[in-house]
T-cell receptor, first 114, second 111 residues
């Protein structure tokens, strides 16, 4: 039984560098979500896909953030010109869109921008 | 948006019962989820309520009152491994069925 996987699990980068994270959802799931979580807070919605279509991007997400899901399977989240405020846990979740849609989370990528 | 409120911290003794409350305000309620999150790990799904009443799953139960905008998660026979953050999340039709999360309640179980 394969769950949601994310890579890398940890990333340390210098301010101004670009980083890219990957998420592999549960295979039959058609929705994929990206969240950001900081210490003491719940996950904050960033963007989501249904199959390969990006349906919504949070207003909180600056133009430095971009996400893709080119074949409706795995997804990437890229952050350009990282800032210290980008340091957080980036969580990916997937679901099968239906009446009771339960999102299942991956282990997350913890980003530290120095 | 949704206002989701839950206590920041709770402490209980091993073997005891703890109840974590969650209140919410939403215009198109379409379900409430509880997740457990251990420090540094991803949230894991615990329960789902969409109709009023109690859902029981082993040591964990979740209750929903839609008219009051209120839910609770009940943890019985607490074990040390239950020390974690518990997240309340609400799905909203007016928000394209996306989840909005509370800040989480950190439960500490003491021997």
């Amino acid at each position: 039984d394969t769950g949601v996987s994310q890579d890398p699990r940890h990333k340390i980068t210098k301010r101004g560098q670009n980083v890219t994270f990957r998420c592999d959802p549960i295979s039959e799931h058609n929705r994929l979500y990206w969240y950001r979580q900081t210490l003491g807070q719940g996950p904050e919605f960033l963007t989501y896909f249904q199959n390969e279509a990006q349906l919504e991007k949070s207003r909180l997400l600056s133009d430095r953030f971009s996400a893709e899901r080119p074949k409706g399977s795995f997804s990437t989240l890229e952050i350009q010109r990282t800032e210290q405020g980008d340091s957080a846990m980036y969580l990916c979740a997937s679901s099968f869109y239906s009446g009771q849609e339960t999102q299942y989370f991956g282990p997350g990528t913890r980003l530290l921008v120095l | 948006g949704q206002n989701i409120d839950q206590p920041t911290e709770m402490t209980a003794t091993e073997g005891a019962i703890v109840q974590i409350n969650c209140t919410y305000q939403t215009s198109g309620f379409n379900g409430l989820f509880w997740y457990q999150q251990h420090a540094g790990e991803a949230p894991t799904f615990l329960s789902y309520n969409v109709l009023d009443g109690l859902e029981e799953k082993g040591r964990f139960s979740s209750f929903l009152s839609r008219s009051k905008g209120y839910s609770y998660l009940l943890l019985k026979e607490l074990q040390m491994k239950d020390s974690a953050s518990y997240l309340c999340a609400v799905r909203d039709r007016s928000n394209d069925y996306k989840l909005s999360f509370g800040a989480g309640t950190t439960v500490t179980v003491r021997a």
